[in-house]
């Protein structure tokens, strides 16, 4: 059985497989092929990924039509889904919900189609939730990056001159992201407060030394899945004078509020952008999804009244080593998964609930 790496777009540093995954695939019997330059991003020469077993290919086009198993970070181009093996399996992030006519390629090729962003949250699956482990990293990057623009320092201080007060951080959504997010400004020493349509976030917020901002009578928004649901009329109403009483008093504020399938809610509204003090931050991690906050745009750092609103395209490419460290992990746990080491083969087993979740489609 034949699996294969391709390189990532001109915009990704990070890469779907390292060296050291490249020899636990080995080992359990596959023959494990990636593009030639596949590191490069990272500074890993090919000789290296050869060294632990890896072919090198020097021709994409031949590896993706012979290959049983294509594993990638980022969706395809449609025109590439036709070179690939009818019967394979291709496993990347592939935004499904949004993504319709590439679902319907994969399934006019006949190609099962895994989608990374659909594991279960499940004790069984979290060695291969990617979408956890990225977001994790993200929330820590948004957090430094806005840092860095901070024209003031995070701790208290006492200092014979006075007594400098700590920064003021709002985080909004407590996911993963958020929640690490919560934990690194916290590390720096910032005073932080957040707020989710998910009560239940309340205890992990807590327990991380943050305040939990509550919209009054908000019922629990959370699907059985674990992720928010979109609220209603009412309760955006509330969050929304919750929070022009908030935003003002932070010195920065994350955002990384996401619904499954559907564009980002918008949670700070140029009024209240506009209502925060010269030289606060705004870092918009749901950019990419239309944003949670007004002024938001992807690579991009708009001033509003001397209020800086930020938000990056990709924000793991800044620790692109350590992010592609955990994805490649994730896909090895996930290949394995999926393999049957008797007969040294993938099977698609739709009972497997891990499986199950994340394939969008078999055929038409």
Same mark, same amino acid.
């Given at each position: 059985?034949?699996?294969?790496?391709?390189?990532?777009?001109?915009?990704?540093?990070?890469?779907?497989?390292?060296?050291?995954?490249?020899?636990?695939?080995?080992?359990?019997?596959?023959?494990?092929?990636?593009?030639?330059?596949?590191?490069?991003?990272?500074?890993?020469?090919?000789?290296?990924?050869?060294?632990?077993?890896?072919?090198?290919?020097?021709?994409?086009?031949?590896?993706?039509?012979?290959?049983?198993?294509?594993?990638?970070?980022?969706?395809?181009?449609?025109?590439?889904?036709?070179?690939?093996?009818?019967?394979?399996?291709?496993?990347?992030?592939?935004?499904?919900?949004?993504?319709?006519?590439?679902?319907?390629?994969?399934?006019?090729?006949?190609?099962?189609?895994?989608?990374?962003?659909?594991?279960?949250?499940?004790?069984?699956?979290?060695?291969?939730?990617?979408?956890?482990?990225?977001?994790?990293?993200?929330?820590?990057?948004?957090?430094?990056?806005?840092?860095?623009?901070?024209?003031?320092?995070?701790?208290?201080?006492?200092?014979?001159?006075?007594?400098?007060?700590?920064?003021? $951080?709002? =985080?909004? @959504? %407590?996911?993963?992201?958020?929640?690490?997010?919560?934990? *690194? &400004?916290?590390? !720096?020493? #910032?005073?932080?407060?957040?707020?989710?349509?998910?009560?239940?976030?309340?205890?992990?917020?807590?327990?991380?030394?943050?305040?939990?901002?509550?919209?009054?009578?908000?019922?629990?928004?959370?699907?059985?899945?674990?992720?928010?649901?979109?609220?209603?009329?009412?309760?955006?109403?509330?969050?929304?004078?919750?929070?022009?009483?908030?935003?003002?008093?932070?010195?920065?504020?994350?955002?990384?509020?996401?619904?499954?399938?559907?564009?980002?809610?918008?949670?700070?509204?140029?009024?209240?952008?506009?209502?925060?003090?010269?030289?606060?931050?705004?870092?918009?991690?749901?950019?990419?999804?239309?944003?949670?906050?007004?002024?938001?745009?992807?690579?991009?750092?708009?001033?509003?009244?001397? $209020?800086? =609103?930020? @938000? %990056?395209?990709?924000?793991?490419?800044?620790?692109?080593? *350590? &992010?592609?460290? !955990?994805? #490649?992990?994730?896909?090895?746990?996930?290949?394995?998964?999926?393999?049957?080491?008797?007969?040294?083969?993938?099977?698609?087993?739709?009972?497997?609930?891990?499986?199950?979740?994340?394939?969008?489609?078999?055929?038409?």
């Amino acid at each position: 059985m034949q699996i294969f790496f391709p390189k990532e777009n001109e915009f990704e540093s990070r890469v779907s497989v390292l060296p050291e995954t490249v020899n636990k695939l080995v080992e359990l019997g596959i023959d494990v092929e990636v593009e030639a330059s596949i590191g490069k991003t990272l500074h890993i020469s090919d000789d290296l990924y050869a060294s632990l077993g890896a072919s090198i290919s020097k021709d994409r086009d031949s590896s993706l039509s012979a290959s049983d198993v294509i594993c990638r970070i980022n969706k395809p181009e449609k025109e590439e889904i036709r070179l690939i093996k009818k019967n394979s399996i291709h496993i990347s992030f592939l935004d499904p919900f949004n993504e319709i006519e590439l679902v319907e390629e994969f399934a006019r090729s006949n190609i099962s189609a895994i989608s990374m962003e659909l594991i279960p949250r499940i004790a069984r699956a979290q060695k291969m939730d990617a979408l956890s482990s990225q977001a994790n990293l993200g929330g820590y990057a948004a957090v430094i990056e806005a840092s860095s623009c901070l024209n003031k320092s995070f701790p208290m201080m006492m200092t014979a001159a006075g007594t400098i007060t700590p920064a003021k $951080v709002l =985080v909004i @959504g %407590a996911g993963v992201a958020g929640l690490q997010a919560i934990a *690194t &400004a916290k590390r !720096l020493g #910032a005073i932080v407060s957040a707020t989710d349509v998910r009560t239940v976030a309340k205890e992990q917020v807590e327990s991380l030394g943050a305040k939990f901002l509550v919209v009054e009578g908000a019922e629990n928004l959370e699907t059985s899945e674990g992720y928010a649901k979109e609220a209603g009329e009412d309760f955006k109403k509330k969050q929304e004078e919750l929070l022009k009483n908030s935003v003002k008093k932070n010195d920065i504020i994350i955002c990384t509020a996401l619904i499954p399938g559907k564009k980002a809610p918008r949670i700070i509204s140029e009024e209240m952008v506009k209502s925060m003090k010269p030289g606060s931050i705004i870092y918009d991690l749901a950019v990419n999804q239309g944003g949670n906050s007004a002024f938001a745009e992807a690579d991009k750092v708009n001033v509003v009244n001397g $209020v800086k =609103v930020m @938000g %990056a395209k990709n924000i793991l490419n800044k620790l692109a080593l *350590t &992010a592609s460290n !955990l994805y #490649a992990k994730n896909l090895s746990s996930f290949v394995n998964n999926l393999y049957n080491k008797e007969k040294k083969d993938v099977y698609i087993n739709q009972e497997d609930e891990i499986i199950s979740k994340t394939l969008i489609n078999k055929e038409l």
